[in-house]
């Protein structure tokens, strides 16, 4: 499972009413937030702990999320949600990432993520900027996740339905560089 075991008491009131066990906290690799979470939520099976929320991640800025979301990873400043991207009319392979504030800039290529050595999907990097050159970039860092689709069908039986499902569903980590309380 995605979870690691921890063993400090001062968790009990931040996980009290929440989907892990007491305990546990949420810190998936990169292979398993895309084999078993969003290979499951494409495929529209349910998945066994509500850790990943599901909003309009690329509507919303990032302080708009409440500091107690970001309770996950190894420092316990990251939060993780399902998403629907949104393409540009004009240039339907590229996805809007504006919303209204701000925006979120590309930070270099995507890196295929690979199990068994096979490549199951794709990871991309993305620092939150302002709109107002003043302020510079944010605090907020993104890993967009999405699933390679030979992953979710053999190729030959892909079809226009499944891809754009596919390209649709991604996750997307967001850490937040100021809020580390660390363990």
Known sequence: ????LVSDDNFLDEYENKALPIGY????RDHELISFYLFNKIKGFQLPFD???NIDFYYLDPFHFSPCEFKHGRKNNEAYYFTKTKEIRSKM?????HTRNGYWK????AEEIKHRDRIIGLK???VFHWRIPELGFGKWVM???SIHPT???PHPLLDEKIKAKIHRCVICRIVNRECSYGV
Not at 1 to 4: G, L
Not at 93 to 97: N, P, T, Y
Not at 106 to 109: A, E, H, I, P
């Open 93 to 97: 392979d590229r996805i809007e990432r």
């Open 1 to 4: 499972m995605a979870a690691a």
């Open 25 to 28: 906290r949420f810190v998936p």
């Open 124 to 126: 991309r990097l993305f």
């Open 143 to 145: 890993h967009e996740f």
């Open 106 to 109: 590309s930070c270099g290529k």
């Open 151 to 153: 992953f979710l069908v």
């Open 51 to 53: 850790v990943i929320k």
